[in-house]
């Protein structure tokens, strides 16, 4: 069983950046891959972004070139740091983990999920 928790998100405004973490409890979080998802009120949740075990990243189009998720296996975290944030960025973001440890933008391929965290950018 993995445990996952979101912290960092917040109110900023239009431009301004933000740092989400998702600490995992687990040992084997290393084999993992980590995705973001985010869900804005009334709408379906959607993929952000995703690292494999080896760093490499994917990412939705809406957020390429202004996210960066990235992972620390020593802490068991990943992180994703959003850059030049939009009021279209509002929502709750999910961290989730994959134990396949494959790369994917697919909801239904995670196994685990935090409680998300709320972002709000205002313009």
């Known amino acids: 069983q993995v445990q996952l928790v979101e912290s960092g998100g917040g109110l900023v405004q239009a431009g301004g950046s933000l740092r989400l973490s998702c600490a995992a409890s687990?040992?084997?979080?290393?084999?993992?891959?980590m995705g973001w998802f985010r869900q804005a009120p009334g709408k379906e949740r959607k993929f952000v972004a995703a690292i494999n075990w080896s760093g490499r990243t994917y990412y939705s189009d809406s957020v390429k070139g202004r996210f960066t998720i990235s992972r620390d296996n020593a802490k068991n975290t990943v992180y994703l740091q959003m850059n030049s944030l939009k009021p279209e960025d509002t929502a709750v973001y999910y961290c989730?983990?994959?134990?396949?440890?494959?790369?994917?933008?697919?909801?239904?391929?995670?196994?685990?999920w935090g409680q998300g965290t709320q972002v709000t950018v205002s313009s």
């Open positions: 687990g040992r084997t979080f290393s084999s993992y891959a």
């Open positions: 989730a983990a994959d134990s396949r440890g494959l790369i994917t933008g697919y909801r239904s391929e995670y196994d685990y």
